[in-house]
């Protein structure tokens, strides 16, 4: 994404302005900067986003033979009769009980064999035949899907994936802004809406800068939607949310004691606004746990939507979780009941959440295709396909115009004359996304060095 205007555009402007020119230059460098680093993990983040926007689709044709089945009833078979033939065919500890989405799915149980490991057997619900077993792949549906999304998330690297990729997202941010600046109209040379009749340099130019402007609103939206899962950022992010009261409201849990384990760690899958919060507990019990078909009851009796996903306790202490992400952000649940009674202990929906934990929640159901049906999926998906027509473009513009042997980066002014603003704006920058201010002044670093031994070396 390095976006590289034409050499005589830059010279009338500085001959016209002085102090505009320095700023154009600094802005260009920190553009060309910014493409250096974040390039490969834009092209990664794009093609992975890209696939997963139709996970479902994706699993549901690939894995049709244990996802999909006939409707040959109205009626389905009980959660009993279905988790007991599950545990026959794969014997082991019964975790959690998936729902069919729609009728002609398929509905998954997860058991954790002998060896821990935990794997999903698939039950078709109204004859109770198993269809087959795979590894339990948990909110990404199989393998597949899940090796998509650690990719997406460079989760894969563990610590510093998640900080590579938050840098980046911030620095895409930075990329879109710097990219319109340059790319604002000047002269008959920049700001074009439409590709010119050109070819070589000119002509990729002209794609990138096109690109760019009209996919830069989705850029920052895909960006800023992934921040909150981040280490850094989205930390900052939910401790103000909750420092201003617009995260979970306080005392939601006081009714109930709750344990030390955070809810994004129990589950595989918890709203943003939740995720750092303690699980609740059952209240100690010399009883038997109430049977899976009465639990079920007591959740699908307070309108859950259809797909929920019911995760059985695993401690004496521990609550059955129901929990719903639908396709419809509106109808998002989590509901927790007590392993002995049944009775339930919180029941949330996505308007119990605070302002920022409810916009959260709609960002990342948009930004993962779910919220309105196709259309959301084909617009961000057109939007993957830019960012790498982006990278791409920005590649080849740099291979033509690079110097032979060199790195071909904007040049330093000569009297290393900086505008104002240029810091003010890279203050900002490194407060609001704190990684790319670090790398800011990495960067800053190493010009320096580069500039002192230019001028210290004999002529």
């Known amino acids: 994404m390095v976006s590289i205007e034409a050499t005589h555009v830059a010279e009338h402007t500085a001959t016209s302005n002085p102090t505009t020119f320095a700023l154009y230059r600094a802005v260009w460098r920190w553009h060309f900067y910014a493409g250096l680093i974040v390039l490969p993990f834009m092209i990664l983040i794009a093609v992975t986003g890209g696939i997963y926007l139709f996970k479902d689709e994706i699993n549901n044709t690939l894995y049709s033979d244990l996802r999909i089945v006939e409707p040959i009833s109205s009626r389905q078979l009980a959660p009993s009769v279905l988790t007991s033939n599950a545990l026959a065919s794969y014997p082991g500890t019964l975790r959690a009980y998936l729902s069919s989405e729609a009728p002609n799915r398929a509905v998954e149980v997860s058991i954790a064999g002998q060896d821990g490991i935990k794997n ?47 840098a980046a997202a911030g620095w895409m941010v930075l990329l879109v802004g710097t990219g319109i600046y340059l790319w604002w109209p000047r002269s008959r040379n920049v700001g074009v809406y439409l590709p010119r009749k050109t070819k070589g340099r000119p002509l990729w130019r002209d794609i990138h800068a096109v690109t760019g402007i009209y996919a830069a609103i989705f850029i920052v939206f895909l960006a800023m939607t992934g921040l909150p899962w981040s280490g850094v950022w989205g930390d900052k992010f939910y ?10 409201p306080d005392g939601y849990w006081s009714k109930y004691p709750t344990s030390t384990v955070p809810v994004g760690e129990a589950l595989d899958r918890s709203p943003w606004a939740i995720e750092k919060q303690p699980m609740p507990l059952s209240q100690a019990s010399e009883s038997v746990p109430v049977a899976i078909d009465k639990v079920i009851a007591n959740v699908e009796n307070l309108g859950i939507h259809a797909g929920y996903k019911l995760n059985i306790p695993s401690t004496p202490d521990g609550v059955f979780t129901a929990s719903v992400y639908p396709n419809d952000i509106s109808q998002e649940r989590i509901i927790h009941l007590d392993q002995y009674t049944g009775e339930v202990l919180v029941d949330m929906g996505l308007s119990d959440l605070g302002a920022l934990g409810w916009a959260a ?99």
């Open 120 to 166: 999903t057997v698939y039950v078709n619900p109204y004859d109770g035949t198993v269809l087959g077993t795979a590894w339990d792949a948990a909110s990404s549906g199989t393998s597949l899907m899940y090796v998509v999304r650690k990719l997406h998330s460079l989760e894969y690297v563990g610590w510093w994936g998640n900080r590579i990729i938050e």
């Open 239 to 248: 401790e103000l949310s909750y420092a201003a009261d617009l995260g979970m």
């Open 361 to 459: 929640e709609w960002g990342i159901g948009i930004h993962m295709g779910q919220a309105f049906g196709l259309a959301n999926q084909i617009v961000l998906l057109l939007a993957c396909i830019a960012m790498v027509l982006l990278a791409v473009s920005a590649a080849i513009i740099w291979w033509k115009r690079r110097p032979k042997g060199a790195l071909g980066a904007p040049k330093v002014p000569a009297d290393w004359r900086i505008p104002r603003g240029v810091f003010v704006i890279a203050i900002i920058a490194g407060i609001f996304f704190p990684l790319v201010g670090l790398s800011l002044l990495v960067i800053a670093a190493l010009e320096v060095s580069i500039y002192t031994l230019k001028k210290i070396q004999p002529a």
